[in-house]
């Protein structure tokens, strides 16, 4: 089949990027990469990207086919010949471009080690083996997928507007760590994902599970972590503050308390009377002395409060990590 | 042809954002849709209690869908990219894990609220009138065409992605609100960030990353030159509209930009008027475009 794909090409001189067009003629199996191969081999041996393992696995091929990040390898040719398109292959974004379709990913490692991604221990290592239930490697199973290629972190939308969020690779991976039976240090990390650019940065985009080439899911994964900091009381971010407005609210009225999400998230913007008095004369602000009630009011409390119990059962499996066997045999 | 809906309006249309659901049941009826109401229903939770309390979050949205059931509707018609995920989600997993639904039955039935046998479909109106019967009755139904009118769709996050909850369309080439567009008898506007966030979910605890991520789709659309944007999501309504003026300032762009929401685009082209559909409760005044609409006939 006759591919051509359109090249973003950047050399470090260059004030800005061009695009370059190849067309080559390719086997009906044939992926991105070996689509990349081919005009490296047969056309432009300058042409720029990384690679190794071709198979989904070494997370190196990393780079966007029409502003969406793929796994050049992992992405057949086929189906877009087919539809009669002619793809821009251009690098992931939010990592500064080195060459052509090759980026600087020490801003991405930086935020991996900035979580802390290894195993915190207290005491002495087990003499043989740590003992994982089936169970408690479900819980981190997703997590555990990722092969760090970049992808999420390329598209995800806040870190445009916060290039120093800890993003979706970093935060998933904390999320891999604060789940693991074995770790001791869960309330280290929770406090950690709970700063300035933790999980309360996440604007809940989904790019990045629409963009894991893995299935890892990281939002899911924010999710997880937002929710332990929650179930452990620790309030003190914005973000946390406001997802309480929405958990009393449903269970109070029924209905979302908007009136209260200003001054409980941020009392300081509450003081900011005009942008207040805006929203009053379009009638965007409810009366906040007579709030919408829901029917069935009872049911919803109800509910709440029993699961909440519940809750409290889960939450203290995850606090000490109960069913770790340590196995001390020498 | 399908024209029966348990009708689940969700918080802000039923509260900050009325103007979107008065507009929808005026819609409705112009399109031989029957909202039927659901008693007792509440918020969903939004992303904030899918994310603190998940648990709860499934509770409270097993409880919505058991609701619906229990009204004989097979279908839940939602107005709101976020209610729609919260309640697919549910509903996806509840349906995936019988273990899970018995165990969320039991909670639901010892509080004495209705249980879920898993039958609930939930659709947003964006895909009951950008295809198939409901596509041809909106063609129907636009009966003052938009024309000459320059259009710019914004969907929001979370009616494209996660793809494989929502699966409506492509979600990086989305075409449902350019096809209501033109059957409305506007020109719709492309442009690249159509499909970003609005930042609405972090504005409160996180203004200043939520404003950068709302100035981009803002000025993308003015530049295109677009006359109003319109979108299939409250919160992204409201960012759009009530946040421009702290973009603008932001961004030291003078934005001017109309924010409609979809049933009041439809409701336009419809023939229904500006009272009825409530183009005063906007932040950002649509005269420059409502004139243009209603040129030939009084407000």
Redesign the interface.
């Given at each position: 089949m006759e591919v051509t794909l359109q090249i973003q090409r950047y050399l470090p001189d260059d004030d800005e990027s061009r695009l370059d067009s190849f067309t080559v003629d390719a086997p009906e199996t044939a992926t991105l990469l070996d689509v990349l191969d081919q005009i490296k081999d047969e056309q432009d041996g300058s042409l720029t990207y990384r690679k190794s393992c071709r198979m989904a696995v070494c997370g190196s091929c990393g780079m966007r086919m029409?502003?969406?990040a793929v796994l050049a390898c992992k992405q057949p040719m086929a189906p877009l010949v087919e539809e009669g398109r002619t793809p821009v292959i251009s690098p992931m974004g939010n990592l500064p471009v080195i060459k052509d379709l090759v980026v600087d990913m020490e801003p991405f490692w930086g935020k991996f080690r900035a979580v802390q991604p290894w195993l915190e221990e207290d005491g002495d290592p087990p003499v043989k083996e740590w003992r994982v239930q089936q169970q408690e490697l479900d819980r981190i199973f997703k997590e555990a997928l990722c092969i760090q290629c970049g992808c999420c972190v390329s598209e995800c939308?806040?870190m445009?507007?916060?290039p120093d969020?800890l993003g979706p690779a970093a935060l998933a991976k904390a999320a891999r760590f604060v789940g693991d039976a074995r770790d001791r240090g869960r309330m280290k990390r929770l406090q950690m994902a709970n700063g300035a650019h933790g999980v309360?940065?996440?604007?809940?985009?989904?790019?990045c599970?629409?963009r894991c080439p893995k299935g890892v899911?990281p939002?899911d994964a924010?999710?997880k972590i937002?929710?332990e900091i929650?179930?452990e009381g620790m309030l003190s971010?914005?973000?946390?503050?406001?997802?309480?407005?929405?958990?009393f609210?449903?269970h109070a009225t029924?209905?979302?308390l908007?009136t209260a999400?200003?001054p409980y998230?941020?009392p300081m913007?509450a003081l900011d009377v005009k942008?207040a008095l805006?929203?009053v004369r379009?009638?965007?602000?409810?009366n906040p002395l007579r709030p919408?009630r829901?029917?069935?009011?009872?049911?919803?409390r109800?509910?709440?409060k029993?699961?909440?119990e519940?809750?409290k059962e889960?939450l203290a499996d995850k606090r000490t990590g109960v069913t770790v066997d340590r196995e001390n045999e020498s | 042809m399908k024209s029966s809906y348990a009708y689940y309006p969700g918080?802000?249309a039923?509260?900050?954002?009325?103007e979107l659901d008065t507009s929808t049941r005026a819609v409705a009826e112009r399109l031989g849709f029957s909202l039927v109401e659901i008693?007792?229903?509440?918020?969903c939770?939004?992303?904030?209690?899918?994310?603190?309390?998940?648990?709860?979050y499934l509770?409270?949205n097993a409880?919505i869908l058991g609701q619906a059931e229990q009204l004989e509707q097979d279908t839940i018609m939602t107005i709101c990219n976020v209610c729609t995920l919260n309640l697919r989600q549910a509903n996806h997993k509840l349906r995936e894990d019988a273990e899970l639904l018995a165990r969320v039955n039991k909670?639901?039935a010892?509080?004495?609220?209705a249980t879920y046998s898993g039958g609930v479909e939930v659709r947003h109106l964006l895909w009951e009138i950008a295809e198939g019967d409901g596509y041809e009755k909106l063609k129907q139904v636009a009966e003052r065409p938009l024309t000459g009118i320059r259009i710019a769709p914004f969907y929001g996050?979370?009616i494209l992605?996660?793809?494989k909850l929502l699966g409506f369309e492509d979600?990086?080439r989305p075409q449902s609100l350019e096809r209501i567009i033109t059957a409305c008898g506007a020109e719709p506007v492309d442009y690249?960030s159509k499909i970003?966030?609005c930042?609405?979910?972090?504005v409160?605890?996180?203004?200043?990353?939520?404003?950068?991520?709302l100035i981009?789709p803002l000025a993308e659309a003015q530049a295109a030159g677009a006359d109003a944007m319109v979108t299939p999501c409250p919160l992204c309504h409201?960012s759009l509209d009530?946040w421009q003026?702290?973009a603008a300032r932001e961004a030291d762009i003078d934005f001017d930009m109309p924010i409609l929401h979809l049933a009041q685009l439809v409701g336009a082209a419809a023939g229904l008027s500006y009272d009825e559909l409530l183009f005063?409760?906007?932040?950002v005044r649509t005269d420059r475009l409502t004139d243009k609409i209603y040129a030939e006939t009084t407000q």
């Open positions: 029409d502003g969406a939308n806040s445009e507007a916060d969020f309360w940065d996440c604007t809940r985009c989904y790019f599970n629409e899911d939002r924010i999710a937002g929710g929650y179930a971010d914005k973000g946390a503050r406001h997802a309480q407005v929405f958990d609210s449903s029924g209905y979302l908007e999400l200003v998230t941020d913007k942008f805006k929203m379009a009638g965007k602000a409810p919408h829901a029917n069935k009011l009872g049911e919803v109800a509910l709440s029993l699961v909440k519940q809750e889960s | 918080c802000l039923s509260l900050s954002q009325k008693p007792g229903f509440t918020c939770g939004a992303g904030d209690v899918h994310e603190a309390r998940p648990e709860y509770h409270l409880r909670n639901l010892e509080v004495g609220a996050c979370q992605r996660p793809s979600p990086d690249p970003k966030c930042g609405f979910p972090i409160l605890a996180r203004e200043e990353v939520a404003l950068g991520e981009q409201l009530a003026g702290k005063k409760r906007h932040l």
